[in-house]
């Protein structure tokens, strides 16, 4: 039953480290786009193989994240369930573990802490246990028993002097066990791709809250306050800066298109508001299509999905596909937002550099306001940073400067943006400007035996016996069907017989459930195996046939 895969260099390098570390807690860093999700579900794998009872726990940044790991471990005939809730009681015979948030485990870290006691933990994107200090407490309460921890994160700093949980700090700096940068990616070619950051000067005009007038361009120095102000007032819909920038990425994307049909765009907006009205800009002015995300739309991770499957040409979203989201086709970007920290600048960029097999030019081009901040950002996006406890000085401007001047949140609607027309155009290239990686080879089809890693079968589950011949599972490919959906699927049919059976019986539905239940061995409908459905589904189909 031993199957195996193809790695990339850096992901053998980092899972031979990985196991032979033999510590409870292993941090690695990768650049996003490098593969961080195949090299820890190859260690899990492993782990699992030589620990079967053990359970398999991942923390995710967000809810959509949660359904895109479910699938990414099907494809390791890991059984994950992404759907998973404190009041949904024991985790079903037929699942390896869950996939969860780091809001949800600050919410029911003690239930977490009984299932995660024997558990291998993923952390996914590590530095938001850092987000909250109630967040990083309850992922040390929800997981401090559990045996083994690998930390991931693409963006190992943050503005602030919080310690993040289970990372080692050496003279108070992140330590990472192993760590591979987008320097090093782009170096060994065809693991990520090189992005362009075409920049766009313009003169602002705008009334500050104090209502003084204000007129300048992105070249001339202004203090923080009106800085933000300037920035918020190019990004206005009014003006004519962003549809000028709008049409320039229109362009692009429409060149990139003909050599890449399914290429997409992402325009990362400030609100809500602001996305919809850019989605109308896109297609009033431009003839484009967009799909908008935002957060308060519970389709929204369905829309991501569609979208990433798809070949329409534009997403709009406020910080849905920040961080984490794998879009592969993504190649033109705008950054339309206010929110200039380097954390965020760095995972919004992150969504443009995955590679591409079979496509040859792989530039990306991610569309900035000439902003200074934005501009520095652009410049030092190579650089491998660390999460650092000791204050700097100039942390004080790492905060959203979206509600401008702290004090004057109250006086918002006194700012208004008056015009804002774009003026010259120039694009920076701060990686690689070489075209030497155009063909279309992809570092997993690399000759080198070495890179092939063997593994073993999966634990066995309750319920197994039937699929243990289809473990064989294509890595790379379509992900498998998810047991959870299996199951949403019986549970539905379960719920329609004993509507069925409770109209001709007269029995109300709890009664139904109840005789159900006991026929066929469930205890809760939430703990049932696939396996326990499929036989209450039969138990009902011939009561409802009698």
């Not at 765009?265 to 400030?270: E, N, R, S, W």
């Not at 309750?462 to 199951?487: H, N, P, T, V």
């Not at 017989?497 to 409908?525: D, F, M, P, Y």
Request: charged residues 25%; neutral net charge.
């Amino acid at each position: 039953m031993t199957r195996s895969i193809r790695l990339r260099p850096w992901q053998k390098a980092a899972l031979e480290k990985f196991e032979a570390s033999g510590a409870s807690d292993f941090l690695t860093v990768a650049t996003p786009g490098a593969g961080k999700t195949t090299f820890a579900l190859t260690a899990a794998r492993q782990v699992l193989a030589v620990h079967p009872r053990r359970r398999l726990v991942i923390v995710a940044p967000t809810a959509h994240l949660k359904t895109q790991w479910a699938r990414a471990a099907a494809r390791f005939a890991l059984h994950l369930d992404p759907e998973w809730s404190a009041s949904a009681g024991r985790l079903p015979a037929d699942m390896h573990g869950i996939v969860t948030t780091y809001q949800q485990v600050a919410s029911s870290s003690s239930v977490l802490a009984e299932l995660a006691a024997d558990a291998f933990v993923i952390f996914d994107e590590i530095h938001h246990a850092g987000d909250d200090r109630a967040w990083g407490q309850s992922v040390l309460e929800a997981f401090g028993r559990s045996p083994g921890r690998l930390a991931l994160s693409g963006t190992p700093f943050r503005s602030d002097t919080r310690a993040i949980p289970f990372v080692r700090y050496v003279l108070d700096e992140a330590s990472p066990d192993f760590e591979y940068g987008y320097g090093e990616a782009l170096a060994d070619r065809r693991v990520v791709r090189p992005v362009y950051f075409p920049r766009t000067n313009g003169h602002m005009e705008w009334t500050a809250p104090d209502g003084s007038l204000h007129s300048a361009s992105f070249d001339d120095a202004l203090d923080q306050a009106r800085s933000s102000q300037r920035l918020r007032t190019a990004l206005s819909l009014e003006g004519e800066w962003l549809p000028s920038v709008l049409r320039a990425a229109v362009a692009q994307l429409d060149g990139v298109r003909l050599d890449q049909p399914d290429a997409g765009g992402l325009v990362i907006a400030i609100d809500q508001e602001h996305a919809r009205g850019i989605a109308a800009l896109l297609r009033d002015r431009f003839g484009q299509n967009a799909t908008v995300v935002t957060s308060d739309d519970p389709s929204a991770s369905d829309r991501i999905a569609r979208f990433s499957s798809g070949t329409e040409p534009w997403l709009v979203s406020v910080r849905m596909v920040s961080e984490g989201v794998d879009i592969p086709r993504l190649r033109v970007g705008v950054y339309a937002t206010t929110t200039t920290t380097e954390l965020f600048f760095r995972q919004a960029v992150g969504r443009f550099v995955r590679w591409t097999p079979g496509v040859k030019d792989q530039k990306a081009y991610v569309f900035i306001p000439d902003d200074p901040k934005l501009r520095s950002r652009a410049f030092q996006i190579a650089d491998q940073r660390r999460h650092s406890l000791r204050r700097r000085e100039q942390e004080r401007y790492e905060r959203d400067p979206a509600a401008l001047d702290a004090g004057e949140e109250e006086q918002l609607s006194l700012f208004e943006a008056l015009s804002a027309v774009a003026t010259d155009h120039q694009t920076h290239t701060p990686f690689s400007s070489t075209d030497h990686i155009d063909d279309d080879l992809d570092p997993g089809m690399d000759d080198d035996p070495t890179l092939i890693v063997d593994l073993a079968p999966p634990p066995p589950l309750a319920g197994d016996r039937r699929s243990l011949g289809e473990l064989g599972i294509e890595f790379g490919g379509d992900a498998a069907r998810l047991r959870r959906e299996e199951k949403r699927r019986l549970r539905e049919q379960n719920s329609e017989i004993v509507s069925t059976i409770a109209r001709r019986t007269g029995q109300t539905h709890a009664q139904v459930n109840s005789e159900l239940n006991r026929l066929s061995g469930v205890g809760r409908i939430t703990e049932a195996t696939v396996a326990q459905l499929r036989t209450r589904l039969e138990v009902a189909e011939r009561l409802a046939r009698r």
